[in-house]
């Protein structure tokens, strides 16, 4: 399972997101969109304009998604 966070600096529900996936060790990359041009246009693609954005094995959703990350685990 690859989980991928797409997220920017300084995003409060970016961390809960990081932190919720650590307590429950579940493994994941971070992108971020301020650096990654193409990645800031697959999001978009995927219909978001917030982050965070978590994408795994073809789900996807956008923001602290306590319910979502504990799906995962």
Not at 9 to 16: D, K, L
Not at 41 to 53: D, E, K, N, R, S
């Amino acid at each position: 399972m690859t989980v991928t966070v797409y997220s920017k600096p300084s995003c409060v529900q970016c961390n809960a997101t990081y932190r919720a996936l650590e307590q429950r060790g579940v493994d994941y990359q971070v992108i971020d969109l301020s650096q990654d041009n193409d990645a800031f246009a697959h999001v978009l693609a995927l219909g978001y304009a917030q982050v965070p954005v978590v994408e795994v094995s073809g789900d996807h959703w956008a923001g602290f998604r306590p319910d979502k990350i504990a799906a995962l685990g």
